[in-house]
């Protein structure tokens, strides 16, 4: 009796060992669409350096528009009269935004195709950089969402694109983001200050400054909407998330 029911219990064991797998597969986080079926799938890049060009000056504005407000926090705060609580929370609810948007980016992308997500939210972050610096409080509050927000779909996206269209050269690509990515912090983070004693120690001046560098990204990324680009369907995926217990 024992022996036939762990003969019983083996087998049940291996009929659900499959769909434990694909249970855990159904729990990956991924917006990168593996490298033989994005090779099979995605024509060749016709400019490629147009391409890179592109990704590097999107990559330069994930950063300045968090990094920049720390160096001028405190004439902030000044000008218009905002609390230690408030100043805080001026800092953190971009961060808290990443994260809370990211999981559109997927959605979008599927929908509007990746490229047309990118440039839409470029112009999105410009327009909350502009809000946040010449609109009060409200408009403080209101543009470091829409930046926050903004860094956080397109920082999902274009990790994809590069592997997508640079697969035989994914983890060089991949650096060059990154160093771009760090270099749009430090410029701004450095020059912030400076910027807004240049215009009359306008802190408004400091942030709305980096408004210039995102519509330039916008213009250069232009081109990559007019191109066919394959794989959207496969490339942008996020699965499982509602459904996995560490998300919570």
């Known amino acids: 009796m024992n022996l036939e029911t762990e003969k019983s219990m083996s087998r049940n064991e291996i009929s659900t060992t499959p769909k434990r797998t694909a249970e855990l597969e159904e729990l990956l986080i991924d917006a990168e669409a ?108 209101a543009g470091s969402v829409l930046g926050g927000a903004s860094i956080g779909i397109i920082g999902v996206l274009l990790p994809g694109i590069v592997k997508r269209d640079f697969a035989k050269h994914a983890g060089t690509m991949t650096g060059v983001y990154t160093m771009a990515l760090c270099l749009g912090a430090a410029m701004a983070a450095g020059s912030s200050v400076p910027l807004s004693e240049h215009f009359g120690h306008s802190w408004a001046m400091g942030l709305g400054f980096w408004v210039i560098p995102a519509l330039v990204a916008a213009v250069f990324w232009l081109p990559q909407v007019g191109q066919k680009h394959g794989a959207h369907n496969v490339a942008y995926r996020v699965r499982g998330l509602l459904r996995d217990p560490l998300a919570w």
């Open 34 to 141: 593996d490298d033989e079926q994005v090779q099979q799938s995605h024509p060749l890049v016709r400019r490629p350096w147009l391409l890179l060009l592109g990704l590097i000056l999107v990559a330069l504005n994930l950063r300045p528009a968090l990094s920049s407000m720390a160096p001028l926090l405190s004439d902030v705060s000044k000008s218009l009269g905002l609390s230690a609580a408030q100043a805080g929370l001026l800092t953190t609810l971009p961060v808290l935004c990443l994260g809370l948007f990211a999981p559109l980016a997927p959605i979008l992308a599927r929908r509007f195709g990746a490229e047309r997500v990118v440039l839409g939210i470029l112009l999105t972050l410009a327009g909350g950089i502009i809000l946040r610096s010449n609109f009060g409080e409200i408009g403080l509050f």
